[in-house]
């Protein structure tokens, strides 16, 4: 790691914000190897002990995402209270610390995002990211007249669905885009809508894409992408 100014070291760990750093370091609060600082000109790396108020401040992690094609009835959680088998049971210990983005239900395959920070993950999800995600949906049967209110945003029991792009692949699939995110959105919409699924699969995360990878595996996703998805954030 390249040598830092300090208050961008302590607003990378998360610990407080580049100013609010400026003043913790005015105020005498910082000490970098046991030395009191007293000017936010002073550079650090991971090498040198940094203290606030006779805490240290650890360099936090940096990000990494990972896609995991998450096998069918699996849940998506680290424990499951009726004992059905969990995505952390289909990957190697040493994967099983990072977090799920978002949520696949028991019965929907494909495309799941891990990462090694929690913030990131909540911030993928947000409503207001407008993340599009893409799905195959099985069906077992498809009435292109009323797939029109789920293109056009639809309310059912009480609850407003966005507008979804839906395109007719065959007579019995559908590649379905939302970006709102809902819980079972797609099967409460489409059951709605005369087309009950018969199978979900998730095939893309916005410009992340599940391609060829075979299932119960992980890939790590290239630090640009990543980069990329955080600008949009």
Same mark, same amino acid.
């Given at each position: 790691?390249?040598? %830092?100014?300090?208050? +961008?070291?302590?607003?990378?760990?998360?610990?407080?914000?580049?100013?609010?750093?400026?003043?913790?370091?005015?105020?005498?609060?910082?000490?970098?190897?046991?030395?009191?600082?007293?000017?936010? =000109?002073?550079?650090?790396?991971?090498?040198?002990?940094?203290?606030?108020? #006779?805490?240290?401040?650890?360099?936090?992690?940096?990000?990494?995402?990972?896609?995991?094609?998450?096998? *069918?009835?699996?849940?998506?959680?680290?424990?499951?209270?009726?004992?059905? +088998?969990? *995505?952390?049971?289909?990957?190697?210990?040493?994967?099983?610390?990072?977090?799920?983005?978002?949520?696949?239900?028991?019965?929907?395959?494909?495309?799941?995002?891990?990462?090694?920070?929690?913030?990131?993950?909540?911030?993928?999800?947000?409503?207001?990211?407008?993340?599009?995600?893409?799905?195959?949906?099985?069906?077992?049967? %498809?009435?292109?007249?009323?797939?029109?209110?789920?293109?056009? #945003?639809?309310? =059912?029991?009480?609850?407003?669905?966005?507008?979804?792009?839906?395109?007719?692949?065959?007579?019995? +699939?559908?590649?379905?885009?939302?970006?709102?995110? +809902?819980?079972?959105?797609?099967? %409460? =919409?489409?059951?709605?809508?005369?087309?009950?699924?018969?199978?979900?699969?998730? *095939?893309?995360?916005?410009?992340?894409?599940?391609?060829?990878?075979?299932?119960?595996?992980?890939?790590? %996703?290239?630090?640009?992408?990543?980069?990329?998805?955080?600008?949009?954030?």
């Amino acid at each position: 790691m390249n040598k %830092i100014r300090i208050a +961008k070291f302590i607003a990378d760990s998360g610990v407080a914000s580049r100013r609010q750093a400026e003043v913790l370091i005015a105020s005498g609060r910082v000490t970098v190897n046991g030395v009191v600082i007293d000017t936010p =000109v002073t550079f650090v790396d991971d090498n040198d002990k940094i203290v606030i108020d #006779g805490a240290i401040v650890h360099a936090r992690e940096k990000t990494e995402l990972y896609i995991f094609h998450k096998p *069918i009835n699996t849940m998506t959680t680290m424990r499951d209270p009726m004992g059905r +088998k969990t *995505i952390y049971d289909c990957m190697p210990p040493e994967y099983k610390k990072l977090k799920y983005v978002g949520r696949l239900d028991y019965k929907t395959s494909g495309l799941l995002l891990l990462t090694n920070d929690g913030d990131f993950a909540r911030r993928l999800t947000l409503p207001s990211s407008k993340i599009p995600r893409t799905y195959i949906a099985t069906v077992s049967r %498809i009435d292109n007249i009323r797939l029109d209110a789920a293109r056009n #945003g639809i309310t =059912v029991d009480g609850i407003k669905y966005r507008p979804m792009h839906i395109d007719v692949i065959d007579k019995n +699939k559908l590649r379905v885009t939302v970006i709102e995110g +809902k819980k079972n959105e797609i099967r %409460i =919409v489409l059951r709605a809508c005369g087309c009950p699924v018969t199978a979900l699969h998730r *095939i893309s995360f916005g410009p992340i894409q599940l391609g060829n990878l075979s299932v119960g595996k992980i890939k790590k %996703i290239e630090q640009k992408t990543i980069d990329a998805l955080l600008k949009t954030l």
